[in-house]
């Protein structure tokens, strides 16, 4: 058991050096079963201050309502019920309307400036992100994993840089290998066309998308094509008639239609 001292300490300004008990320079331990430090003044300003590392250290401060660091700028936690526009745990103390809080039971906000940015919610096992929304697990559950809603105009944004090229994919499994890739919509800056690809690892292109209404099938853009075209890679004639429509192909360079009763007509020759 530690040994108990009483200090009587002195007035406020005086600095009081305290021995080292088994490398524990103080220990409290109440009478009545309970471990307290009480700071109380008659001004309605306490601040518990705790340092380390001397005047160059960490200052931690417990004051009404908030535990923070002294230094401007730092975190603090404040004693409030959170809501989703009201945080309690602010990355900067001088900043207390931005950092997160909570919209409810299982439902994590991140606000700014008292505005919900991004809202977490957990059901039934299954995290939804939303923003813009408060309830991004009430929409489909083919798209509720991330929401996006605004009053007006609203989408989402990917900054090439440049001439990289920006990528929507489609996996079956978190392997990092390329044969988990099974699908992706590909914007190539560098040559101002999209890529959609419905076969894995980024195969062939199964659909191209050029500037001024170039439409490629099968291919990127052909570089002979012109605006307003449409390319066709050639093919090989179905293998079987179509069950509610047509296919049209092209086969040598000659633009072709199968039909549901097994005629095939030569629409133009290559």
Request: with cysteine; hydrophobic share 35%; charged share 15%.
């Amino acid at each position: 058991m530690p040994k108990i001292v009483q200090y009587n300490f002195p007035p406020g300004g005086t600095v009081v050096q305290l021995a080292d008990q088994n490398s524990t320079a103080l220990e409290i331990e109440g009478v009545d079963s309970k471990d307290y430090i009480t700071v109380d003044t008659t001004d309605g300003a306490e601040i518990l201050t705790l340092e380390a590392g001397g005047a160059s250290g960490q200052e931690l401060q417990i004051k009404a309502g908030i535990l923070q660091y002294k230094a401007s700028g730092t975190a603090a936690m404040i004693s409030e019920d959170p809501t989703a526009t009201n945080p309690n745990f602010c990355p900067r103390n001088n900043d207390t309307d931005t950092g997160m809080g909570s919209a409810g039971l299982d439902k994590l906000s991140l606000i700014s400036g008292g505005v919900e940015g991004i809202l977490i919610v957990e059901t039934g096992s299954v995290a939804h992100v939303g923003i813009g929304t408060t309830e991004p697990e009430a929409y489909s559950s083919n798209g509720n994993k991330l929401v996006l809603k605004s009053g007006s105009h609203c989408g989402l944004t990917i900054d090439t840089t440049g001439t990289n090229n920006g990528n929507i994919l489609f996996a079956t499994d978190t392997d990092d290998a390329a044969g988990q890739l099974d699908a992706g919509i590909q914007w190539t800056a560098a040559s101002d066309y999209f890529r959609i690809y419905a076969t894995a690892e980024f195969g062939n292109v199964d659909l191209g998308i050029g500037a001024s209404g170039k439409l490629s099938v099968g291919s990127t853009p052909d570089g002979n094509q012109a605006a307003n075209n449409i390319y066709i890679k050639n093919g090989t004639a179905p293998s079987a008639d179509p069950t509610t429509g047509g296919f049209l192909y092209v086969e040598s360079g000659a633009l072709k239609y199968r039909g549901s009763s097994a005629t095939v007509t030569t629409i133009a020759a290559a």
